[in-house]
């Protein structure tokens, strides 16, 4: 059996695992437009743009996340995620839009946020941005 990508449906949503951390969220469907994800976040709708990547052996075949700042750049966060075919884990790289905005590079026609980028600045797997976020808008 030859181990090959997944479709995009296949390849899951976040939605179980914001509940998982008491946020209320809202997965928008497949394809449409706005943002891939509302989560309350202290009685406040935040959005979130979503991008997976898979990968079948290592982590670096990920070689960019596509992000149209000029039409997503609106986004209360990012959340990029590698996809490991062999496990099916995910590991997640949760940012704000300003570290969103600090790791792209944009270009006639759209833009990318690159992973090495990325996961120099960010912890894979840590959800306390969205928990700072919380913290901030209940004080």
Known sequence: MTLEKLSSPQSGTLGELLNTLGLAAYMSPEGAPGHDVIV???GQPKSIEVKTRQFL???TE???WPVEM?????ADFFIFIELDLRTMAPTFYVLTNEQARAVHRNYEGGGNCYPPEVRKQIRPNDFSVLGSSIAVLES
């Open 62 to 64: 990920i070689t960019r």
């Open 57 to 59: 052996r290592r982590p």
């Open 40 to 42: 309350v976040v202290g």
């Open 70 to 74: 000029h039409k997503k750049g609106d």
